[in-house]
C-alpha cells in the first residue's frame, strides 16, 4: 500500500488528512504541469485550485470530490495555492490555504464549507496577521483550536525574523537563512478565534529544542524545522511534526502544551524520490496513518507529485516507528 499512489488521474501533493464522519477526508494540494525551470524560490509549485480526496477504508477505493475551490474566486490571492488543511467545528468545516497576495507576499487565507467535501466559500481577506505557508490546523480534546505555519525559502518564512516583511533578510549576505551555532527559524503558533477565521492569540514561535533543552541550531540541517507543519495527539502529548527541508527528512518533536516546548523525538520517514516532503498523521479505527508524498507518478518530477499512505507504530516510550 505505501507503494501505491492514492490516485493517478491528477497529481496530488501535501495531504493533510482528518476523520469527518467515519470517513477519512484528505486535502491535498493539486499539482500542474508547467514549463518553469525548479528554483529555491518554488516558482515550479504553480497551483491554481484545491480538490478533495476521502475513502472509506485505508487501501480502499478513493473518491475525488472534484475542485472545491480555485484562485479566481479568491480576491485577494495573486498565484500559488500551495499546501491546505482543514478543521471542524460548530456545524462548519474551514479550509486553510496559502497563496501570495498582490504584492507576492505569502498570505495563509480560509474558506468556509457546510461539508467535508465542501466546496468552500473564501473570505474577502487573508487571516489578519499571517503569513508565510503550509498551515495545519489543530482542534485540542477542549475545542481550542490553533494554527501552525511557516515555511522557509520559497515559503518566506526567513523575511519574518522581526515581525516584519524584509524580502531579502539573509539574501543580502548571501545565505537564504540563518547559518552556524545560532538558533535556526522556529515554526509559527496562534491560537484560533470561535469563529476559526481570525487569530484570538499573538503569533509566536514553536519552540524545537534538543535533549539539553537547547534550542535546534541553524547549522543542524538533519533537525530543524523547514516547513511542512503538523500537529497530532497521542497518549496525552502533543506531536509536532514537520521537514527538514534540504535534507529532506520527516522528524517530529514531543510537548505537553500545544503552544511547546517541543523536544526533538526523531525522524519519522526518510528521504523520498522528488525535492520536497510534506505530510500528515491521523488516527483510523484505532490505527495509526501517515499520509506523504513523492515523485514516482510522474518518474521524478519534482512539481508533479503523488499522495501515499503508510501505517506507523508507537513504542513503550511514545517514540514513532516504521514497524513494530
Not at 41 to 69: C, F, K, P, R
Not at 129 to 155: C, Q, R
Not at 267 to 278: A, C, Q, S
Not at 299 to 306: A, F, K, S, T, V
Request: glycine share 10%.
Amino acid at each position: 500500500m505505501a507503494d501505491q499512489p492514492l490516485v493517478t488521474h491528477i497529481y496530488t501533493a501535501d495531504p493533510s488528512a482528518h476523520v469527518f464522519n467515519g470517513k477519512v477526508y484528505i486535502y491535498p494540494s493539486h499539482d500542474v504541469k508547467t514549463n518553469i525551470q525548479d528554483n529555491d524560490n518554488g516558482d515550479q509549485y504553480a497551483m491554481v485550485d484545491y480538490h478533495v480526496l476521502s475513502l472509506d477504508e485505508i487501501g480502499g477505493a478513493v473518491t475525488d470530490h472534484g475542485e472545491v475551490l480555485s484562485l479566481s474566486q479568491i480576491p485577494w490571492a495573486s498565484k500559488q495555492l500551495w499546501a491546505p488543511d482543514a478543521a471542524y467545528k460548530d456545524g462548519k468545516y474551514y479550509l486553510y490555504f496559502p497563496a501570495r497576495d498582490q504584492a507576492g507576499v505569502f498570505r495563509i487565507g480560509v474558506a468556509v464549507g457546510e461539508k467535508p467535501e465542501g466546496p468552500f466559500v473564501p473570505e474577502a481577506q487573508p487571516i489578519k496577521g499571517s503569513y508565510s505557508i503550509d498551515p495545519a490546523s489543530f482542534v485540542d480534546d477542549d475545542g481550542e483550536a490553533y494554527l501552525y505555519f511557516g515555511g522557509i525559502w520559497g515559503g518566506q518564512l526567513q523575511c519574518w525574523s522581526s515581525g516584519s516583511y524584509e524580502a531579502d533578510k539573509y539574501e543580502i549576505d548571501g545565505e537564504k537563512e540563518p547559518v552556524g551555532d545560532v538558533p535556526a527559524l522556529q515554526p509559527r503558533v496562534a491560537k484560533l478565534g470561535g469563529d476559526m477565521k481570525s487569530f484570538a492569540s499573538p503569533v509566536q514561535n514553536l519552540a524545537i529544542l534538543d535533549d539539553d533543552g537547547r534550542p535546534l541550531k541553524a547549522h543542524d540541517h538533519d533537525r530543524r524545522f523547514f516547513e511542512a507543519a503538523w500537529m497530532h495527539k497521542y497518549s496525552g502529548k502533543y506531536y509536532f511534526s514537520y521537514s527538514t527541508g534540504d535534507t529532506h527528512f520527516l522528524c517530529y518533536a514531543i510537548g505537553d502544551n500545544p503552544f511547546g516546548p517541543f523536544t526533538y523525538g526523531g525522524r519519522i520517514l526518510e528521504p523520498v524520490m522528488g525535492w520536497t516532503t510534506h505530510h500528515s498523521i491521523v488516527e483510523f479505527k484505532d490505527r495509526w496513518w501517515l499520509f506523504y508524498h513523492d515523485t514516482t507518478l510522474s518518474g521524478g518530477q519534482n512539481h508533479l507529485r503523488c499522495v501515499k499512505v503508510r501505517e506507523i507504530f508507537y513504542d513503550s516510550e511514545g517514540k514513532i516507528r516504521l514497524e513494530k
